[in-house]
């Protein structure tokens, strides 16, 4: 039983390697997989990341935040989910806190998140 559990310790750790590394305020692109019948497709789920959950457990999630027809939509991904085919980094957002709740009850101009310089973006400026 030992020996099962470290098998399934070290696949989950050697995709947790392969995931990009964000935060709250961070703005991801999920790519998910979505099964209609017997058809597969991919389908993308851009916006501003809340929270993360658990950080360094097998059962660690996040939730992503975007508006869509002027309608706030919330998704919450198990990050080891199987369904998740990657998830890309658009922005990394300067914020002073780790889950963004507050951001729920904003909208327009108050719902900006300012954008966190690199080094590169720093040197070109």
């Keep these: 039983m030992a020996d099962l559990m470290k098998i399934v310790e070290q696949e ?13 305020g961070d703005t991801v692109n999920v790519h998910v997989r979505i099964k209609e019948g017997a058809k597969e497709r991919i389908q993308q789920f851009q916006g501003l990341v809340l929270y993360r959950r658990g950080k360094g457990t097998n059962g660690e999630s996040f939730s992503v935040r975007k508006v869509s027809n002027g309608v706030g939509v919330e998704r919450v991904f198990p990050l080891l989910s199987p369904s998740i ?33 690199t080094s590169n973006q720093e040197a070109s400026a």
């Design 85 to 117: 085919e990657k998830i890309e980094l658009i922005k990394v957002g300067k914020v002073r806190r780790a889950k963004l709740y507050f951001m729920k009850g904003r909208q327009g101009k108050s719902a900006r998140i300012k954008e966190k310089l």
């Design 12 to 24: 989950l750790a050697s995709k947790r390697a392969n995931i990009t590394d964000f935060k709250a």
